[in-house]
């Protein structure tokens, strides 16, 4: 059973940063992409920020030009740099990477890490 553990969210005040860390706990070859949703109490699960095999990066419109995503897909590492927090940003936030080889994928999940944005 192969797990991804999200690190490095915590409470800091507005318009301060943190950067979140995802990593496997193997390899997983033949990562298409690998992704940060977010969750807040009461909300629908939405994606945050992607990035693909190809190193292409595409963000929710909330958050464009305040986070950045990288990573190494071959590594299956990602991260999540967010500068300007904003309250609304307060959420659980979840590492998602996606595998297709041939005719077959799969999706694995982190257990969230909290960020709470607060004064």
């Known amino acids: 059973q192969v797990q991804l553990v999200e690190s490095g969210g915590g409470l800091v005040q507005p318009g301060g940063s943190l950067r979140l860390s995802c990593a496997a706990s193997?390899?997983?070859?033949?990562?298409?992409?690998m992704d940060w949703y977010r969750q807040a109490p009461g909300k629908e699960r939405e994606l945050v920020a992607r990035?693909?095999?190809?190193?292409?990066?595409d963000y929710a419109d909330s958050v464009k030009g305040r986070f950045t995503i990288s990573g190494d897909l071959a590594k299956t590492t990602v991260y999540l740099q967010m500068d300007g927090l904003k309250p609304e940003d307060t959420a659980v936030y979840y590492c998602?990477?996606?595998?297709?080889?041939?005719?077959?994928?799969?999706?694995?999940w982190g257990q969230g890490t909290q960020v709470t944005v607060s004064s």
């Open positions: 998602h990477a996606n595998r297709f080889s041939g005719f077959s994928q799969a999706d694995f």
């Open positions: 990035i693909t095999r190809g190193g292409r990066t």
């Open positions: 193997a390899i997983i070859f033949s990562i298409n992409t």
